[in-house]
């Protein structure tokens, strides 16, 4: 079983900046993604914001690319969420999500980014 936290949520105003991080704990597994997703409400969808593989290899959401940078971090299973730039649009709820190559899923319970104008 893994367990997910994160953090780093604020409340902003547009043009700044902001770091979310997630550490994975347990049993995980060397090839693996992790990735976060924003969910404007609990309840509705989540969105992939970005993603990166054990092999470093990233994938962004069109609207992000070129302002948010994710990254692992030093330890086993921390993962980072470079934020520049925040637009009001980034406003939501921000989950981490561990998916190793084989098993079920982990989502974390979420950090609120709150970017006003």
């Known amino acids: 079983q893994v367990q997910l936290v994160e953090s780093g949520g604020d409340s902003v105003q547009t043009g700044s900046s902001l770091t979310l991080s997630c550490t994975a704990s347990?049993?995980?597994?060397?090839?693996?993604?992790m990735g976060w997703y924003r969910q404007i409400l609990p309840g509705f969808r989540r969105e992939v914001v970005a993603?990166?593989?054990?092999?470093?290899?990233?994938n962004y959401d069109n609207d992000v690319r070129g302002r948010f940078t994710i990254s692992r971090g030093d330890t086993e299973g921390a993962m980072n969420l470079r934020m520049t730039n925040l637009e009001v649009k980034d406003t939501g709820i921000y989950l981490c999500?561990?998916?190793?190559?084989?098993?079920?899923?982990?989502w974390g319970r979420g950090t609120q980014v709150t970017v006003s104008s």
């Open positions: 999500k561990y998916s190793p190559s084989w098993g079920v899923p982990t």
């Open positions: 347990g049993n995980i597994v060397g090839t693996n993604t």
């Open positions: 993603a990166i593989a054990s092999d470093g290899a990233t």
